[in-house]
């Protein structure tokens, strides 16, 4: 239950701040039980899904594990729609038998454009920097992962489980307030090239996440890979199947 507060601030916000409407979460992937380890170890896993969209955000979904102590996640990201030049906000709340992982950013279409730095980067620097205060760096993570990340990418693994109830809760909610303004300020892109642009950045960093998608492995053990594979590509990274069916 660690990540429930993450969820239940996350949606009160955005219903708050937003006129969402439901978003369509396929057959099988609302709620899925599976049993993880064998004996006295043994632990049931509930993985439930939420999603919604808005007038600027084309999918606004969590995935949301909960194993008993040594395995909580919640992985939160916002997609924007393809007419606006908006960052993904994206939280990747982990908790495994080892500790915990936490991954929260906005992670933007053009990293290396500075103009693009300046009004989506920037601006949340003040709020990293308060947050990086009180959260060591994580140290090491897949170097090509590197290239999708913003200069306000907050990555720690505290031991602490009180941590991540009060610093890192207090981050994910700054981050996410901050992610709003920019959503309120976001205004539609019309010029072709642009479209374009966005449209190539969009797809490659939804393609790195569902080829890469850390929580595969931990998926097919729970729940085989057929489902896993489908939960994928037709909820969690849904782009290109969003974009085949639209052409
Ligand atoms: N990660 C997801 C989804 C998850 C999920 C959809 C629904 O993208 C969970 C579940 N992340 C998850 C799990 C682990 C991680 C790890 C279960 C632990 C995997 C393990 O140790 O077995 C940020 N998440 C990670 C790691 C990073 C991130 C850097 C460590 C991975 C490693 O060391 O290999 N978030 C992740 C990421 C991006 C992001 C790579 C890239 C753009 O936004």
């Known amino acids: 239950?660690?990540?429930?507060?993450?969820?239940?601030?996350?949606?009160?916000t955005l219903q708050e701040r937003l006129e969402l409407s439901p978003y369509h979460i396929p057959e099988g992937f609302e709620r899925k039980e599976g049993v993880m380890g064998k004996g006295k170890r043994q632990e049931n896993v509930l993985t439930t899904s939420h999603a919604f969209k808005s007038k600027k955000l084309r999918q606004i979904r969590a995935a949301h594990v909960q194993g008993g102590n040594?395995?909580?996640v919640l992985n939160f990201v916002i997609f924007p729609e393809l007419n606006y030049d908006l960052p993904f906000f994206g939280g990747d709340l982990v908790t495994l038998p080892g500790g915990h992982l936490i991954a929260i950013d906005m992670q933007p279409l053009f990293r290396d454009d500075p103009s693009y730095k300046a009004k989506y980067a920037e601006p949340i620097m003040p709020i990293?920097?308060?947050h990086q205060a009180n959260l060591e760096w994580g140290g090491?993570?897949?170097?090509?992962a590197s290239q999708f990340f913003s200069p306000a990418f907050l990555w720690t693994r505290p031991q602490e489980t009180e941590v991540v109830q009060?610093?890192?809760f207090e981050a994910f909610c700054d981050y996410l307030q901050a992610y709003l303004d920019f959503v309120e300020q976001a205004e539609e892109v019309t010029d072709g090239k642009q479209l374009d642009d966005i449209l190539q950045a969009q797809k490659r960093y939804l393609n790195y996440r569902a080829e890469k998608d850390p929580a595969r492995g931990m998926f097919?053990?729970?729940y085989g890979e057929e489902w896993t594979e489908e939960y994928i590509h037709g909820f969690l990274f849904d782009l290109e199947r969003k974009l085949a069916l639209s052409t």
Do not use: G, H, N
């Open 166 to 168: 009060t610093q890192v």
């Open 128 to 130: 990293f920097e308060k």
């Open 1 to 12: 239950m660690l990540y429930q507060p993450f969820l239940d601030y996350a949606i009160a």
């Open 70 to 72: 040594a395995l909580q």
């Open 140 to 144: 090491d993570f897949p170097a090509e």
């Open 220 to 222: 097919t053990r729970l």
